[in-house]
C-alpha cells in the first residue's frame, strides 16, 4: 500500500500538456490544487507517467519473458540469478501467497501509482465548473487509466485491493483483498464510462486514450470472461467507425524513435520522447543478448556513442518463437533479427534479438519509440475470436485473414470451431509477438500449464538451445512454480493485515 498512501497524500505536477509529462515544480495539497480547468489536465498527464516505468522495465519481464516466447541470454560471468531470470524459469519464490521478486514489487506499486493519481481526478472533477467537453474527456481519460492498471493487477495478482477514492492516512491505504469478481465489476464500469466520455481518435491529441482505446480495453475484458456476445458488439464498432486501419506494412505498424507515432494502425500506445527531457525510453538495450563489444552495439542502434554491454540480455526471443512463424511470414523477419557476438561463451555465438523496437536513435540508451498496448490487428483478432466462440467460424475467417493478408500468407485453411480457435490462438502469438500478450493468452485459454510443461523440459533438457554456454544449465527449481497468478509483493504485506 505504500504507493496509494504515498501518492494520494502528494501530488507533483508539470505544466506542458503536449506529451502527457510531468515536470516536478512543487508539492501540492489535493486540497487547494484541484480548482481548475488547468489543474486537471496537469493531473491526467500525471495519471500517465508510471505507464513508462511499467513498460519499459517490468511489464515485459512478468508479461513476455513469463512465457515460451522469450527467454534471457545466460552470462555466467553475470554471477548469480536475479529476480528477472526467477520469473522467467517460472522459479518465483513463493511463501503463503507473498514473495520478495522486486519485480513483482515493482509493477505492482506502479500500477498502483495510476489508481492513485486517477483516484485523486475522479473524486474531484464533477465539483468543479469548466468546459464540459474539456471535463469528458478528461474524465474519460481517467476512468481508462484506472480500468487499464486494474486490469493488469487482476489479470497478475488475481484479488487486490480495490481502491477508488483518494487515501490520507496508512489507516485507510490498507484494505482487503477484494473478489475478482467484483474488480471485474469495476473495470467494466470504468471502461464503459470511459467508452462515452471519450472522444474518436481523429478527435482527440495524439497519444492520449480515446473512445476506441476504450472500447478495446473493455472488449479485452469481455474476451477475458468469456462474454463473447458483448465482445463482438463492442469490436464491429470499433471495426466499422473507420478510425482505424492496418498499416500496408507490418514493419510500419510501430513507432521509429521520432516518427510514425500513433499512427492508424495504432489503438493506444505508451508514449516515450527521445532527448534530455527525461521521458525516454531504453527497453531495447534490455532485451539485447549479451556481452556485446560497442562496434556489434552500433550495428543494431546506429548510434553515435556506442559502448559495451555486460550483464546479461533479456527477452531473447526463444526457438519457440521462431518455428511459430509459417514459411513466407514477412512478420518473422520484421520481429526477429540475428547477430553474432565475438566475446560470448558460448560455442554457438549467433543470437536472436527482437528487431521490431530495434529502431534507429542519437544516443546509446536514450529512445522514443512507443511501446505498442492495443493495435488494430488485435482489434480484427479479438473479433474473429469472438465470433468463432459464437459458433461462426467462417465469419471469424474474413477478420482472421486480414491480418495473414498483410503477413503474405494465404487465407487460413481452418474450418471448423475447434481448427479456427487454435488458427486465431497461433496467429496471436506471431502477429502479438513481444508486444505482452502471450502470458495472457496462454492462461486466459487453460494452455498454460500443459504448454509451460512442455517448454520447460526443452529448456532444461537443451539448455544449450536456450542461450547457455556449454556445462551451465538452469537452477534446479526451474519451471515449478506454475501458477496462473503471481503471489503478492512482500514489502507491501508488511503494511497491511490482509496479505
Known sequence: MYSILLLGTVIMFGSCKKFLDVVPETSLSSATFFKTESD?????????????????NNAWVLEEMHSDNTYY????????????????????????????????????????????RTNQILASIDGVDFDAASKSNLKGQALYLRAYAYFELVRLFGKVPLHLTPVTNREEAALPLSSVDSIYDQIKKDASEAVTLLPVKSKQEAGRATSGAAATLL???????????????LLKTIVQSGEYKLMDDYNDAFSNSSSNKNNIESVFEVQFKEGSDGYNGNFMYAFLPRPMLAEEV????????????????????????????????KREDASIAYITLSTSLRDNKVYPYIKKYAKTHALQGNTGTDWPVYRY?????FLAEALNEGNKPAEAATYLNMVRARAGLKATTAVSQSDMRDAIFNERRVELAFENKRWFDLVRTGRMK??????????????????????????SNAFTVLDTV????????????YF
Open 450 to 475: 500443459d504448454v509451460i510443461t512442455a517448454y520447460g523440459q526443452r529448456v532444461v533438457g537443451n539448455p544449450l538451445d536456450y542461450y547457455y554456454p556449454s556445462g551451465a544449465k538452469p537452477p
Open 73 to 116: 541470454a545466460r552470462n555466467t560471468l553475470f554471477g548469480a540469478v536475479d529476480n528477472t531470470e526467477n520469473v522467467a524459469d517460472f522459479a518465483v519464490p513463493t511463501s503463503d501467497g507473498i514473495t520478495t521478486n522486486t519485480r513483482v514489487r515493482d509493477l505492482y506499486r506502479q500500477e498502483y501509482q495510476i489508481i492513485s
Open 298 to 329: 552500433e550495428t543494431i542502434t546506429h548510434v553515435s556513442n556506442p559502448q559495451p554491454l555486460s550483464e546479461e540480455g533479456n527477452n531473447i526471443p526463444t526457438p519457440d518463437i521462431i518455428a511459430a512463424y509459417e514459411e513466407g511470414d
Open 40 to 56: 486537471f489536465e496537469q493531473a491526467v498527464n500525471a495519471a500517465y507517467v508510471p505507464l513508462r516505468a511499467i513498460t519499459n
Open 219 to 233: 472488449a479485452n475484458v469481455y474476451i477475458e470472461l468469456k462474454d463473447w456476445a458483448s465482445a463482438e458488439g
Open 377 to 381: 490487428a488485435e482489434v480484427l483478432l
Open 486 to 497: 503471481y503471489p503478492l509483493p512482500a514489502e507491501e504485506a508488511a503494511l497491511t493485515p
